[in-house]
């Protein structure tokens, strides 16, 4: 039987996403071999994102800084602003280094089942930076999930009127994935979606 504060960092551990107890434990006794090195700087790593983490005036993104270094980066094209879910979906586009402009957080989409109302996110605020100007275009890059649709269709509705072109991301057929394999709201929207060959 392990220590209480043994079988605390366990618990603690189990509760991050992908990791339940066993691999848990497996983490906290690699960390122990460890702990002079490994530890130590996980440790030191987690203090310091603790102390130095902000959440961006501007778009909403989680990061030391404010605003942060995407909103400051002035090779950023700023006519262009991709909305997004949550900071998870924005770092996710950004690591693919696809799309160069800014982006918006929302944190969350709207659910009348969970209750989550167009006032419990970040719209307002979207509203507010699209009607000063300079943005020629929004990016509606919201899950392909009923809320996340529902989320989208009202934010477009809500922009209508403003002089803003208004895209969403394609989807559809995944690259290397079989029809066989796919679920039937997805080939139902890579069917509705389809474009010219040539």
């Given at each position: 039987?392990?220590?209480?504060e043994?079988?605390?960092?366990?618990?603690?551990?189990?509760?991050?996403?992908?990791?339940?107890?066993?691999?848990?434990?497996r983490a906290?006794?690699?960390?122990?071999?460890?702990?002079?090195?490994?530890?130590?700087?996980?440790?030191?790593?987690?203090?310091?994102?603790?102390?130095a983490?902000?959440?961006?005036g501007?778009?909403?993104?989680?990061?030391?800084?404010?605003?942060?270094?995407?909103?400051?980066?002035p090779?950023?094209?700023?006519?262009?602003?991709?909305?997004?879910?949550?900071?998870?979906?924005?770092?996710a586009l950004?690591?693919?280094?696809?799309?160069?402009?800014?982006?918006?957080v929302?944190?969350?989409?709207?659910s009348?089942?969970?209750?989550?109302?167009?006032?419990?996110?970040?719209?307002?605020?979207l509203?507010?930076?699209v009607?000063?100007?300079g943005?020629?275009?929004?990016?509606l890059?919201m899950?392909?999930?009923?809320?996340?649709?529902?989320?989208?269709?009202?934010?477009?509705?809500?922009?209508?009127?403003?002089?803003?072109?208004?895209?969403?991301?394609?989807?559809?057929l995944?690259?290397?994935?079989?029809l066989?394999?796919?679920?039937?709201?997805?080939?139902?929207q890579?069917?509705?979606?389809?474009?010219?060959?040539?």
């Open positions: 039987m392990a220590s209480q043994i079988e605390t960092l366990t618990a603690a551990l189990s509760r991050l996403p992908g990791l339940g107890p066993r691999s848990a434990r906290v006794l690699w960390l122990i071999k460890r702990r002079e090195t490994s530890l130590v700087q996980l440790v030191d790593a987690l203090a310091a994102v603790r102390e983490l902000v959440e961006c501007t778009c909403g993104n989680i990061d030391t800084a404010n605003p942060c270094g995407i909103c400051a980066d090779r950023r094209d700023r006519a262009s602003l991709c909305v997004v879910e949550e900071v998870a979906d924005l770092w950004d690591r693919a280094h696809l799309f160069t402009g800014r982006y918006h929302l944190g969350g989409r709207l009348a089942l969970d209750g989550v109302r167009p006032e419990d996110l970040t719209i307002d605020r509203l507010g930076r009607a000063e100007g943005i020629d275009e929004v990016v890059a899950n392909a999930t009923l809320e996340g649709q529902t989320t989208a269709h009202y934010i477009a509705e809500r922009l209508e009127g403003l002089p803003v072109r208004i895209t969403q991301l394609a989807h559809g995944p690259v290397g994935g079989e066989d394999y796919l679920d039937e709201g997805t080939l139902a890579a069917i509705r979606a389809r474009r010219p060959v040539l």
